[in-house]
């Protein structure tokens, strides 16, 4: 059974750094890219940012850029999202989301809340 | 402002059909194929349509997409009440590194 678990959120101040950890199982990790996706409270889905199977190609979307920064530990089936910078409308659940060339973003983590505030 | 648009609201009774559309461009939706998720109270979203018509094991032929265009649907036949959630679209977007992904604004689904 694919299980996609995140964990890291929490309150920050503005300005502050966070970073988020996605731990993957019941899935060949290194196989597939990898993306994180997030919610602002009652808002829709925004992709953030995605990392190929072996880490050599990044995206991100430019709400992000030059803020994030995606990777992932293949050895460790676990995928990073390093959040610097930090601003209040960051302020969202952050979800990770497994991907295939068949069926898209097809597994989703249960979501992580990152509350941006003083 | 999302890059796909829908309609942030939809509404039906049960046994109704109800549609929701799906608009994008020429580097979305226009190029690649559509998806369609649905996000109950509360939960993650979850996989209900992929590659434009394709439904995953599990998810009740009442659930059919379409596309055409740059434009994609989804049809929800015989409503039921546990089928009142949000539904967004995406797609992947032209891009170098083949990673990015958009999504529609999300339609609220209301069984009245």
């Known amino acids: 059974e694919v299980q996609l678990v995140e964990s890291g959120g929490g309150l920050v101040q503005p300005g502050r750094s966070l970073r988020l950890s996605c731990a993957a199982s019941?899935?060949?990790?290194?196989?597939?890219?990898m993306h994180w996706v997030r919610q602002a409270p009652g808002k829709g889905l925004e992709w953030v940012s995605g990392?190929?199977?072996?880490?050599?190609?990044?995206a991100y979307a430019d709400s992000v850029k030059g803020r994030f920064t995606i990777s992932r530990d293949n050895a460790r089936n676990s995928l990073y999202l390093q959040m610097n910078s930090l601003r209040a409308e960051d302020t969202a659940s952050y979800y990770c989301?497994?991907?295939?060339?068949?069926?898209?973003?097809?597994?989703w983590g249960q979501g992580n809340l990152v509350t941006v505030s003083s | 402002q999302s890059v796909l648009t829908q309609p942030p609201s939809a509404s039906g009774t049960p046994g109704q059909r109800v549609t929701i559309s799906c608009s994008g461009s020429s580097s979305n939706i226009g190029s690649n194929h559509v998806y369609w998720y649905q996000q109950l109270p509360g939960t993650a979203p979850k996989l209900l349509i992929y590659k434009n018509t394709q439904r995953p094991s599990g998810v009740p032929d009442r659930f059919s997409g379409s596309k055409s265009g740059t434009s994609a649907s989804l049809a929800i036949s015989g409503l039921r009440s546990e089928d009142e959630a949000d539904y967004y679209c995406a797609a992947w977007e032209d891009s170098l590194s083949g990673l990015n992904w958009v999504f529609g604004g999300g339609t609220k689904l209301t069984v009245l």
């Open positions: 019941g899935f060949t990790f290194d196989d597939y890219a």
């Open positions: 989301a497994k991907s295939s060339a068949a069926f898209g973003l097809d597994y």
């Open positions: 990392i190929s199977w072996n880490g050599g190609s990044t």
